[in-house]
């Protein structure tokens, strides 16, 4: 049969029915052990769940299809996933990340470069040569987002794998915003791609996991198992299952939400309260190029806007919002909203005007609606 698009390959999570009950949908494997036969074998190679299960497996063979990649692991959180791949940094070398991204995975770099005695510099992810001038003959991985949470600028794939190749390097991606319906990462390049499976692979926001996906099967790839199952950094099987369940629905539901944040950023452009809107699905964004490249089914359905105001005008903007969720994470079917430097905390680098949306599958016009009362409100609180 010929190779099947990647809707089917979801929608079917790579699973006929059961040849003895029929069920069409996944079996959930609950046990964390497996019995030996009479021979004292394991029938199926598997002893007890922090190596292997069923479901676990299952998922993790789903993710690879999707991503294209020959092994993928799942793990207990995004986090997990993040200081298994960055643990086997070692004493002298070097990564190199974006000076904004995901604040958790930031600190995360930090500690362990500092404890493993291992340097890290961060660079200006809005600068198209900042990150090929961070690298040095030492430097052993790139850690890299695009877009880059929460300011969306947008890195060139393609040029990082080149740049960090040529010194030796691994490239890898948080793809968390941009899954493999969307840019296809290992073609372009990178060795290890990292998602937060809580995010748009689940999409419900009822499932706390992380993935590494690769075609590199070497020694340190073996060591982020070892340190998984090791460390216990593993996913439980009712949330693979989980996983499995909301996997079959992401192209969906991606698209979705990407054409209802295109809507709202398109919106929002010129409107007489916003500074700006951040959203590379713009062709007025400066990366959009770039964007247009590696994102060829939507530009996710996170954007961020800068308010013409201070940080106390963008958080009386985000307490205002009444469809759309005051909570963090971001990839589910609901919209969420967060005032960023806030969340992050006294270190925040990212501007005080800046609110970011994490879109859902709601109606555009209501969440349009919503942004557009906020504003409004807000003006009104603040008497100007």
């Known amino acids: 049969m010929a190779k099947i698009a990647l809707e089917t390959l979801c929608a079917q999570a790579d699973h006929h029915a059961d040849p003895i009950s029929g069920d069409v949908v996944p079996a959930l494997h609950a046990s964390t052990t497996f019995a030996r036969n009479a021979k004292g074998e394991l029938p199926a ?67 362990i470069a500092d404890e493993h005695g291992a340097d890290a510099t961060f660079f200006d992810q809005a600068d198209a040569s900042a990150l090929a001038a961070a690298l040095r003959p030492e430097t052993s991985m790139v850690w890299i987002e695009s877009p880059v949470n929460p300011t969306w600028d947008v890195i060139d794939i393609k040029a ?46 009822d499932v706390l996991g992380g993935c590494l996906s690769t075609n590199t099967i070497d020694e340190r790839w073996a060591n982020i198992i070892r340190h998984r199952n090791l460390e216990g950094g593993v996913i439980g099987a009712m949330e693979a299952w989980l996983l499995i369940r909301g996997l079959r629905t992401l192209p969906l539901r991606y698209r979705a939400a990407s054409a209802n944040a295109l809507a709202i950023a398109k919106h929002f452009e010129k409107h007489d309260l916003i500074e700006r809107v951040l959203y590379p699905g713009l062709e007025s964004h400066p990366g959009h190029a770039v964007a247009r490249k590696q994102m060829t089914n939507g530009f996710s359905g996170m954007m961020s806007i800068l308010v013409k105001g201070d940080a106390d005008f963008a958080r009386s903007v985000t307490r205002n919002l009444c469809v759309f969720l005051g909570g963090a994470s971001l990839g589910g079917v609901e919209s969420l909203v967060e005032h960023r430097a806030s ?42």
């Open 45 to 111: 190679g598997l002893r007890y769940s922090r190596y292997g299960n069923p479901t676990v497996l299952q998922a993790e063979a789903l993710l690879a299809k999707i991503d294209g990649a020959k092994e993928a692991r799942l793990f207990g959180s995004g986090l997990a996933a993040t200081a298994a791949v960055i643990g086997t940094l070692r004493e002298g070398e070097h990564i190199v990340a974006p000076r904004i991204m995901y604040h958790g995975a930031q600190d995360l770099i930090r500690k």
């Open 160 to 205: 990082a794998a080149d740049a960090a190749h040529k010194v030796g390097a691994l490239l890898l991606l948080d793809a968390t915003v941009t899954p493999a319906v969307t840019t296809r990462a290992l073609d372009l390049g990178v060795d290890i791609v990292f998602q937060s499976a809580s995010k748009y692979l689940n999409g419900h926001s």
């Open 343 to 384: 969340v992050e905390g006294p270190n925040s680098v990212v501007p005080g005007n800046l609110i970011r949306f994490s879109v859902g599958i709601e109606h555009a016009d209501d969440l349009i609606q919503d942004i557009e009362q906020a504003l409004h409100k807000a003006k009104a609180e603040s008497g100007k």
